[in-house]
């Protein structure tokens, strides 16, 4: 049984299209979150939700936008691709928004052409 | 100064050896901690999170220093299946955030 999971795993697509993330976890989790991670392998924060609220809302232009329909879930979508939108992008859920371990889906390699 | 700070390594470690690094934090309300290990091309999984008194899975040893504002992970009788990218997070109540550090690596090499 996959706690988090996400799809789809890879994603290819050309500058300018609209694409979704989805994401879901059966853990019973109240916070979910979207993390990017780049080339550089650096992990950043994009949003968090907790209770379907919107928690943390990073520097991250107005084109990305999440969708938490309910606790369970937690998607992302993109307008409007870019180039430098191509990263590993990882759902994660934890029990609280501080104090918890992160729960990683298995990541969404986005490649923009 | 970054909000969480790591050696990127990689560190270059003997089979068998024992290797130890560092994470420092800046903010000083920084109540939570934890180690995570990521492999190539995978997600990061929680190795273990780290307590006030310092605590022990196995071979791996973490510590906190609150005076001094880093924790860190020691790992003993390293295998080759350690190698990986290494990953602290901290955790601050005010701004609901856990950043992550930029990860060390490590290489366990025969």
């Known amino acids: 049984d996959t706690a988090v999971s996400q799809t789809p795993k890879y994603l290819v697509t050309q500058m300018g299209n609209d694409k979704s993330i989805k994401c879901e976890q059966n853990?019973?989790?109240?916070?979910m979150y979207w993390y990017k991670q780049d080339s550089k392998k650096f992990l950043k924060i994009m949003f968090s939700?907790?209770?379907?609220?919107?928690?943390i809302n990073e520097t991250v232009p107005n084109r990305f936008s999440p969708k938490s329909p309910d606790k369970a879930h937690l998607n992302l979508h993109i307008n409007s691709l870019e180039l430098g939108d191509s990263a590993v992008y990882f759902c994660?859920?934890?029990?609280?928004?501080?104090?918890?371990?992160?729960?990683f889906g298995n990541g969404t390699r986005l490649t923009v052409t | 100064r970054k909000e969480v700070e790591q050696d990127p390594g990689p560190f270059n470690v003997p089979e068998g050896a024992t290797v130890a690094f560092n994470c420092t934090y800046s903010?000083?309300?920084?109540?939570?901690f934890f180690w995570y290990r990521q492999d190539c091309r995978k997600e990061p999984k929680l190795l273990m999170s780290?307590?006030?008194s310092g605590n022990e899975d196995g071979r791996f040893t973490a510590q906190l220093n609150r005076a001094s504002q880093y924790i860190s992970l020691l790992i003993r009788d390293s295998k080759l299946s350690d190698s990986a990218t290494y990953l602290c997070?901290?955790?601050?109540?005010?701004?609901?955030?856990?950043?992550f550090g930029g990860g060390t690596r490590v290489l366990v090499k025969p």
């Open positions: 994660a859920s934890s029990r609280d928004p501080t104090n918890s371990p992160l729960h």
């Open positions: 853990l019973g989790h109240d916070t």
């Open positions: 939700y907790n209770n379907k609220e919107l928690i």
């Open positions: 903010n000083s309300a920084s109540q939570s």
């Open positions: 780290v307590y006030s």
């Open positions: 997070v901290v955790g601050v109540a005010a701004g609901n955030k856990l950043t």
